[in-house]
């Protein structure tokens, strides 16, 4: 009986063979050649985006240097397999002086307590690491790890390299077809800088292409390929990233980039809700009372959406965040509140003066309290002259507002209190 012939994917059978083919991570790999030259590799942790050229990356490190080389991935493996790396690791350091390169992906879905695992290894010598992740590793690796690694960030591709990636495969032997410009420019703005999905669209293209000698158009290509779902992912770092920029760029006044962060996180499949959220906040946080409206349209929008749902509510968010991105912008109520919170804690065992305390009872009256309240609407200004604060507490200047928007007007307002309040005295 034959034996079936197991292809490899293309990804794996065009993956560079030397560290200077790979293409797109200039920096990471002036870093690499600076401690090569020096005969040297320290641990690493290799952080980039999916496709970006970790897995490549790994083995040829180790190639490069000559050390032996082993790899696991995190979805697969647990701390047992780890343990038979490690002990045969040992007894080729005790035998050769030289480390084992252990590639091991997805690092991050070790937890804290398994990531503790490498640690002996890594300070004994008899294990190189290279961790591999997407995720941030300041958030998702321990200290101690961390500490005995050096972080190497690697990039998403841009466009130009992988138009440079989709030449060098259209070029070699392992594709039967070629493609019109316009169609390698959808596949490459569709690959969203991922190297490894690039190269499965080019894959998927090639049995479906052996009927024709044309060049593929962008029309054959989407009958063949569905388009890929935007790159998201709502319990990790793009979740969080992504709602940062779109509430620094409210923040900025860009109504054009806070429209286009939203927009990513709508495609994405982000809850709208969760968006809403923030779209409150901001509205107390950066506008306040520079446009008051800020805050009612927020709320107004949250219950807009809950009335209509998705996707017909979505507009709403677009309305609310081209509203706050256009408002002037004030965090003066943040700063008094916590300016208020503070001095609340550092003082919360002085009393209010006695004036502004009620007096319901006999007694409370004969020791003065509630005496000299000033009762401020019926005064001529309407603005009285009392004590306020407690006895022991000069008064503080905690809300200073800002200088446009609404907050000029309440700026006035305060200017002509305090010039009554002076006149009543």
Known sequence: MKKSLVVKPL??????????????????????????????????????????????????????????????????????????????????????????????????????????????????GSILLIGATTENPSFNLNTALLSRCQVLTLDALTER??????????????????????????????????????????????????????????KVIKEIITQRPAAYDKDADLHYNLISALHKSIRSSDVDASLYWLARMLSGGEDPRYILRRLIRISMEDIGLASPQALTISLDTAAAYERLGSPEGDISLTQCVVYLASSPKSNSIEVAHNKALALAKETSHLPPPKNIINAPTKMMKSMAFGKGYIYDPNTVSGVGSQPLWPTRLEQKSLYKPGAWGFESTISDRLKTIKEKRKSSR
């Not at 138009?163 to 594709?175: D, M, P």
């Not at 569709?190 to 490894?196: E, K, L, N, T, V």
Request: proline share 6%; net charge positive.
């Open 161 to 218: 390299h992988l138009t440079v990636l989709v030449q060098q495969a259209l070029e070699s032997s392992e594709l039967h077809y070629s493609l019109e410009k316009e169609a390698v420019e959808y596949i490459v703005q569709s690959a969203q800088g991922d190297a490894r999905y690039l190269l499965q669209m080019l894959e998927m293209l090639n049995p479906s292409a052996k009927a024709t000698e044309k060049p593929l158009s962008v």
């Open 11 to 124: 990804a794996q059978r065009l993956r560079p063979k030397t560290l200077e083919s790979i293409i797109g991570q200039e920096v990471a790999l002036k870093k690499l050649s600076t401690w090569l030259e020096k005969k040297y590799l320290p641990s690493l942790i290799l952080w980039g985006p999916p496709g970006c050229g970790k897995t490549t990356l790994a083995p040829l490190l180790a190639k490069k240097i000559g050390y032996p080389y082993s790899s696991l991935s995190a979805i697969f493996s647990g701390v047992a397999e780890l343990k038979k790396i490690f002990k045969t690791a040992q007894q080729t350091y005790d035998m050769t002086g030289e480390p084992t390169v252990l590639f091991f992906d997805e690092i991050h879905r070790f937890n804290k307590a398994q990531q503790d695992a490498f640690l002996p290894v890594i300070e004994k």
